[in-house]
Structure formats: C-alpha cells, structure tokens
C-alpha cells in the first residue's frame, strides 16, 4: 500500500508564502510524475504543477512565476513553494503521484489533502 502524506497547509496573511510538502511511503519501486492539485470552495479541482521523475516542470499558466514545484527523489517529496499568495489561492491542496509498485504497475495515489487559507 503507498500513502501520501501532505503537510504544511495553514493561514496565511496576504502577500505572503508558504511551502507545501508531500512524502510518499509504503511499498514504492519508484514515482514518475508528482503533482499539486487545488480545489477552492464551490470549484473544481484544478491542476497547479507537475514535476517529472527528472525534474521537468509544469505549471499553471495564471501560477506561473508564484509558485515553485520541487521534488526530492531520496525521500519520495514533493514540494510547493508558494509566495505572494492571494485570497483567491484559499483551497485545499491536494498531492497526487504515479507510483510504481514494481517496474509494471503503477498507480495513481492521492493524498488527503491540506488547507491554505490566504486572508488578513
């Protein structure tokens, strides 16, 4: 069984940062792709970044140049630096990853998600 832990949610003023973390555990052969998703109150989930087993990255066109995903590959985590954050980035950030459990099956594991509310 593989379980990703998110931590680091919490209040925050606007303007401010926060960094995200999100470590995998369980019986993991190795992880592909790691992303942050968002759901804010009343909307759909949304993709926020994604990072390749090498480090490639994507993000969010309206995300870009705020937010910073990192990877750490020794300790199976996954990063999100948030800076400048505004009230319109409240939401609960979840962490999801293609995890191989042996070289021919990989799931799709989610985590359980940690709030960010952005408000002075």
């Known amino acids: 069984q593989v379980q990703l832990v998110e931590s680091g949610g919490g209040l925050v003023q606007p303007g401010g940062s926060l960094r995200l973390s999100c470590a995998a555990s369980?019986?993991?052969?190795?992880?592909?792709?790691m992303r942050w998703y968002r759901q804010a109150p009343g909307k759909e989930r949304e993709l926020v970044a994604g990072?390749?087993?090498?480090?490639?990255?994507n993000y969010a066109d309206s995300l870009k140049g705020r937010f910073t995903i990192s990877r750490d590959n020794a300790k199976n985590t996954v990063y999100l630096q948030m800076d400048s954050l505004k009230p319109e980035d409240t939401a609960v950030y979840y962490c999801?990853?293609?995890?191989?459990?042996?070289?021919?099956?990989?799931?799709?594991?989610w985590g359980q998600g940690t709030l960010v509310t952005v408000s002075s």
């Open positions: 999801n990853a293609d995890v191989a459990r042996t070289p021919y099956r990989i799931l799709e594991v």
């Open positions: 990072i390749s087993s090498v480090g490639s990255t």
């Open positions: 369980g019986s993991i052969f190795s992880i592909n792709a």
